[in-house]
Every structure is written in structure tokens, then in C-alpha cells.
């Protein structure tokens, strides 16, 4: 009877320590449940807290960036006036010294006379209206120029072919006209009135009807105007030539055996 008493009692507080037990646990997972949810809520307030920061701090950043760059603008935009009236003060003075001081008429020849392609021929003409002998040492440095300078000319046509566009416009078209028509039969009208030789008049039309020069195209390269018209009269009348130097010919015998 004592034993069974003793069993029943172990049996008890067994189960009187396991439920205990039991409870204590229930508790302690309860309070660590809530320190976590606790910990959690902490962080999610301090993120929350950080991304706020953080959108503050960008949103004054880009108004200060914002700021910066209209004081910018502004300082540029003032720059720019300034600078603007500063042109165009210099340019109204220089206006007003250009109408007090009226330009010569003359500048812009001696300036054209000034480059060799001007002044070169002119020379040569001088040298043999005036008959001064040629230097027979100089003719073999010449000999070599005379005999390289039309196929550099030439050659310089085709570059400047090349890398100009042909454009056939009203002005090439007139450049054409005069070259390869207006001059020649002036000259043949000349001729006849002078009464030259037909050999020498037939020699003079058509080499006035030759294609222009290539110094045009050079002096037009060097002072950046009218490249494209000049190279396109040139290559026009390059083409027109094969058809207008028979054409001369036989207009000249006709003015001739005409008059």
C-alpha cells in the first residue's frame, strides 16, 4: 500500500513538474517572441527613419544643385550681355572710325597686287615690252618650272576637282559664257578691225577661248570665296572647249573671207 502510495506521488509530481516546466517554456518563448517583434519594429523604425533621412538630404540636395545651377545660368546669361554690348560697342566704334576715315579706293588693288599670281604676269609682260635680255643662267631653273607647270596645274585642277563639288549654277554657267563666247568674239572683232594675219587671228581667238586659268580657283581657295563657282566654270568649260574650239575656227573663216 505504501508503494503504490509512493508510485502515485513520483507520478504526480512528475506531472506537476512537467506542467511547470510546460508553462515556464510557454512564457519564455512568449517573452522572446515579443523581444524579437520588439527588435524587428526597431529596425524597421530605424530604416524607416534612415530612407527618411536619406530622402531629405537628396531632396535638399537637389534643390541646393537646383539652386547652383540658376546662379549659373544667371552668371552666364550676364557673361554673355556683357559681352555682347562689349561687340557691340567695338563695332559701332569701329563703324564710326570707318565713316570718319573714308577707305581708299585703292587698298583693295595694291592688297590683290600684293600675292605672286598678281604681280608675276604683270612682270613678264613689263619685262618683254621693255626687251630686257633674259639671263642665259637663269634658264635652266626656269626650263625646269616652264616644263612642271602645266602638268602641276593640272594636277592641282584634279584635286581641287575632286574634292570640290561640281555644282553647274547660273554663275559657273555665266563664267562659261564669258570665257568660251563674250571673249573670243571680241577679240575676233578686234582682229578684223586691226586687220591681223589670219594665221595669228586664228591662234589669238582660240587660245582666248581656252577654259580659264587655274590661278582663279587658287586665288578664290585663298580668300575662301566662290570655290565651288569657280571650280564648277572651270570643269564646265573644260567641257565645252571640245566642242567650241572647231566652232572658233570655222566662225573665223567666215568673219575672214566675210571682211
Known amino acids: ?150 602638268s602641276m596645274a593640272v594636277f592641282a585642277a584634279g584635286i581641287t576637282l575632286s574634292a570640290v563639288k561640281i555644282t553647274i549654277n547660273w554663275q559657273a554657267v555665266l563664267g562659261a559664257i564669258l570665257k568660251l563666247v563674250v571673249m573670243p568674239l571680241a577679240v575676233l572683232v578686234v582682229g578684223i578691225m586691226f586687220h591681223m594675219t589670219p594665221e595669228n587671228l586664228k591662234m589669238l581667238v582660240v587660245a582666248c577661248a581656252l577654259p580659264p586659268a587655274f590661278s582663279g580657283i587658287i586665288i578664290a581657295s585663298e580668300y575662301d570665296t566662290y570655290v565651288a563657282t569657280s571650280t564648277s566654270s572651270l570643269a564646265l568649260s573644260v567641257i565645252l572647249f571640245m566642242g567650241m574650239c572647231p566652232l572658233w575656227l570655222w566662225i573665223t573663216d567666215i568673219a575672214l573671207k566675210m571682211y
Do not use: C
Request: glycine share 4%; hydrophobic share 50%.
Open 1 to 150: 500500500m505504501e508503494l503504490w502510495l509512493a508510485i502515485v506521488l513520483i507520478v504526480a509530481a512528475l506531472a506537476v513538474g512537467a506542467a511547470v516546466g510546460f508553462v515556464v517554456y510557454r512564457k519564455v518563448l512568449d517573452a522572446k517572441k515579443k523581444q524579437d517583434e520588439a527588435t524587428i519594429e526597431s529596425a524597421e523604425k530605424e530604416a524607416a527613419r534612415i530612407v527618411s533621412e536619406a530622402k531629405e538630404k537628396a531632396a535638399t540636395a537637389k534643390k541646393t544643385a537646383l539652386l547652383e545651377a540658376k546662379e549659373e545660368s544667371y552668371k552666364l546669361r550676364e557673361n554673355a550681355e556683357k559681352e555682347i554690348q562689349k561687340q557691340r560697342g567695338d563695332a559701332e566704334k569701329e563703324q564710326t572710325a570707318t565713316v570718319g576715315k573714308k577707305q581708299s579706293a585703292w587698298k583693295p588693288v595694291i592688297h590683290a597686287l600684293e600675292q605672286p599670281v598678281a604681280w608675276a604676269p604683270i612682270l613678264a609682260v613689263i619685262w618683254v615690252i621693255a626687251g630686257i635680255p633674259w639671263p642665259e643662267w637663269a634658264s635652266p631653273s626656269f626650263d625646269l618650272i616652264k616644263g612642271a607647270n602645266a
